[in-house]
């Protein structure tokens, strides 16, 4: 108990050295890029920055499944020649029904049915009612899986769209099952990133039927779409999709050479190429829309077939606007559209005011701290004030190792593991006393002392420990960091108290046998 | 300075007979918490945009500001604003609008920025957070869920570690505690954010820490002393440990002082939060969870001269 070994020694002193090592890379630049260099990271509160929360629209997933599902149902009954009654479309149960013209035809109907394409395995089941109708519903498993990839592959659309915009070290990351979290340092004004976000940017290029001007619903088989181009008006565009942005190659901003103004040129890969030239072959003389979003940008009228698979939308586009455009379709169409739900900006000066107020309190805390041990266990407390740097020193150094995120309730976390370090030392100072007045030997009174505190510490950190725990788990953004730091503190103190400050005391009196103890 | 202790907080020996005050002790408290409660529903606690969703833009103009003329190019943007209103220095404005399901709260903020450039030009937006209803309501559900898990994992170890009646007394005493912070955070208007969840989960976490030393000191004299009353022998253990609670409340009161006077607007609500915490803490310690002890513990704890609480786990 009073003894420590050498080797017990000298392995405390190197924890604490690895400690001081570790946490230099916070305070020295990093020499070369290829040197595996672990620091603190700052917060966006504390460097400013953009946080934003993107919210998958799920609904729309299966509502767009759903459509094109009626779409391919509608054209394979047509092809098999079956006749059909009622198709409906009902997104809250995930569903399309329809009759059949012929109760008799319905078995030919359930055969075309199982040869529809699925995305996934088991996507949808066929289930007939009693009154003839038949159901399609998509299997809520295989929509989670189909959920699953989405959001996966918009997160790689969004880090595409925001690579694209320059920004440096953006930080994107899944949140839960349908949310997306973009951090985006140095940017406090991400107006820019937010309008690209919000843009789907799912690219069609579809014919369009020319109907008599005011007519107020669209034939079967086409959608009324409005008209950038012309705001007001609306246009037939088929539901079939000639040509899909997906095969999209290439795209990027250029001048229109008529008309001098912006336009964005793309370019697209064979699958696309093939059907571009099929299409405008066979329609010359029609108008051919540009359909982005659901919105007409441009419908301009087919002269000849165009087979060299480049082109240029011309519409009424600024320079930005041309430059954001081919960003977007360079980068692909979102699978689902996101909403910021969340946004929170931090000006750079308003961080580097933070981080100052944080470190001079956190200063101060410490000093007054270190005071008032040192006045009130004289000799006793200035070990504690040791152990004290030194689970500081450690903190430092555990939160450098895992590039932990500093966050202005990180540092708040870190003065109160200041404050709640000193109560182990406080308690193992205060106990040794009580046994000296039972009128204990100074050597009885440290053992004592440190064995009763010992549990004391261990009962009291524990339920600190489990409650910062849950506050990590449940907690979200700068309350996490907060139960972070204290997690750690709390690892932390218990070494630099039962291990370092106790070793220091101890230490003191295997040198000196005092007589009495300084407490 | 280096050698002995230059200071101390009790004179040796204390014999302070805490538990004749303890009616007086758990009326007081219970009177402030259920005025505590009273004004959690009226007039209710000033909640903060992560409850309450909303935008909030905070802006620095060059020169002081002219709020008439941002007041002008917001109305002529079509915003319709809660406040603009000054803080901090003269050229410092803050603008805050209410959450709207109708509206797309993002692109508000945007126009929130074109308005202010357009009325002072040179003003920077220093800090923009928007929130929207949605999450505002999650957040506040995850906020409470924290805090009831908490409670409940205090509320078992407890109970795993010592009694019973320990564990309830130390959960009801907790209560009793959080009622007051929320009392004061109506009194204080400190706005109630997720910050602020995270200050009331630390007074929770400390006056946790501060019952267990003592219960601690408790149970071992239990096993000390087979006969003593438990009145008497609440009244020692605590006497006992006064010093510590003292020193421990001490330091953790002067490390959190700087954060409130100078950790910045978005730190000394927090440090304020648990300043209050603290003294409210270490008194119900005292005050408190040992009269409530006695009362839940008075015929079993001592009931017969069986060791009363179980063996070390």
Request: a neutral charge; one cysteine or more.
């Amino acid at each position: 108990m009073m003894y420590y070994s050498r080797i017990k020694l000298l392995s405390v002193a190197a924890v604490c050295l690895l400690g001081a090592l570790l946490c230099v890379p916070n305070f020295v630049r990093k020499p070369a890029a290829s040197i595996p260099w672990p620091e603190i990271h700052l917060g966006l509160d504390l460097r400013g920055g953009s946080y934003l929360l993107l919210q998958v629209d799920l609904s729309s997933l299966t509502r767009d499944r759903l459509q094109s599902l009626s779409d391919s149902l509608r054209q394979s009954l047509i092809s098999a020649n079956l006749g059909y009654r009622n198709i409906a479309i009902n997104p809250d149960r995930a569903e399309i029904t329809f009759q059949p013209r012929d109760p008799s035809e319905k078995d030919r109907d359930l055969k075309v049915l199982d040869d529809l394409p699925r995305t996934v395995p088991n996507e949808f089941s066929v289930t007939t009612r009693p009154d003839d109708t038949i159901a399609i519903t998509l299997d809520s498993g295989a929509m989670r899986v189909r959920t699953h990839d989405a959001v996966s592959q918009a997160i790689e659309i969004v880090r595409r769209r925001i690579d694209a915009t320059g920004a440096v070290d953006p930080q994107i990351t899944r949140q839960g099952e349908d949310r997306i979290v973009v951090e985006l340092p140095g940017i406090s004004d991400p107006e820019r990133v937010k309008a690209l976000l919000g843009t789907t940017a799912k690219m069609t290029f579809r014919l369009v039927d020319e109907l008599p001007p005011g007519t107020p619903i669209a034939p079967p088989g086409d959608t009324l779409l409005p008209s950038t181009d012309h705001p007001g008006s609306m246009l037939a565009v088929r539901n079939h999709v000639d040509v899909d942005g997906v095969n999209l190659t290439n795209a990027g901003a250029t001048t229109d050479d008529q008309t001098g103004g912006w336009a964005v040129s793309f370019s697209l890969d064979s699958v696309g190429t093939r059907a571009f030239g099929d299409v405008t072959q066979a329609n010359v003389g029609r108008r051919f829309a540009i359909v982005l979003d659901n919105k007409v940008i441009e419908a301009p009228v087919i002269r000849t077939a165009i087979t060299g698979g480049s082109g240029i939308i011309t519409g009424n586009f600024d320079a930005h606007q041309a430059t954001d455009l081919a960003l977007l379709l360079r980068a692909g169409a979102l699978p689902v559209p996101l909403t910021v739900v969340e946004e929170r900006s931090i000006g750079p000066s308003l961080g580097a005011d933070s981080i100052r107020a944080g470190a001079l309190s956190l200063l101060i805390g410490f000093v007054l701290v270190i005071i008032f041990m040192a006045l009130f266990y004289g000799r006793f407390g200035w070990y504690a004030n040791v152990a004290l740097f030194a689970n500081l020193v450690l903190m430092l150094a555990i939160l450098s190792l895992f590039g932990a995120t500093l966050t202005l309730p990180g540092m708040a976390g870190m003065l109160l593991t200041l404050g709640m370090a000193v109560d182990a030392n406080i308690l193992i100072i205060e106990r040794i006393r009580e046994e000296l007045k039972r009128g204990r030997t100074p050597l009885a009174a440290m053992q004592a002392g440190f064995e009763r505190a010992t549990a004391t510490v261990l009962d009291s950190n524990a339920t600190a420990f489990l409650a910062h725990v849950m506050l990590f788990v449940f907690g979200t953004g700068p309350v996490r960091g907060f139960a972070l730091t204290i997690t750690i503190g709390i690892a932390t103190t218990l070494f630099s108290t039962l291990l370092l400050s106790r070793m220091l005391m101890v230490r003191w009196y295997a040198l000196t046998r005092p007589s009495t103890l300084p407490v | 300075m280096f050698g002995r202790p230059l200071l101390r907080f009790v004179r040796k020996d204390t014999h302070i007979n805490f538990m004749r005050g303890r009616f007086a002790g758990l009326a007081t408290s219970a009177v402030l918490s259920l005025a505590s409660v009273i004004l959690f529903f009226h007039p209710g606690l000033t909640l903060g945009l992560d409850f309450r969703g909303g935008i909030v833009v905070e802006a620095k103009t060059s020169g002081p500001a002219d709020f008439g003329r941002i007041r002008t190019a917001l109305t002529a943007h079509n915003i319709k604003t809660d406040g603009v209103q000054a803080f901090g220095g003269p050229d410092d404005v803050l603008i805050r609008l209410g959450a709207n399901e109708q509206t797309n709260t993002n692109a508000v903020v945007d126009e929130v920025r074109h308005a202010i450039a357009e009325a002072q030009p040179g003003a920077t937006i220093v800090r923009a957070d928007a929130v929207g209803a949605s999450v505002s309501s999650e957040l506040f559900r995850n906020g409470l869920l924290a805090l009831g898990i908490s409670l409940l994992m205090i509320l078992g170890y407890i109970w795993f570690r010592f009694e019973w009646e320990f564990a309830l007394s130390a959960v009801v005493t907790l209560v009793l505690d959080l009622t007051k912070t929320v009392g004061f955070l109506v009194l204080t208007h400190f706005e109630f954010d997720l910050v602020m969840v995270a200050a009331i989960l630390t007074i929770l976490g400390y006056s946790t820490n501060d019952k267990v030393v003592v219960y601690d000191r408790i149970r071992e004299n239990l096993r000390r002393y087979r006969t003593m009353p438990l009145r008497e022998l609440l009244d020692l253990s605590i006497n006992e440990t006064l010093s510590r609670t003292l020193g421990t409340s001490t330091t953790v009161f002067l490390a959190a002082l700087p954060l409130a006077f100078f950790g910045g607007a978005s730190l000394s609500g927090f440090a304020w939060v648990m300043l209050f915490g603290i003294v409210v803490g270490t008194s119900s310690s005292i005050f408190i969870a040992a009269p409530l002890l006695l009362l839940l513990g008075e015929k079993r704890l001592r009931k017969d001269t069986r060791p009363a609480v179980k063996q070390e786990i």
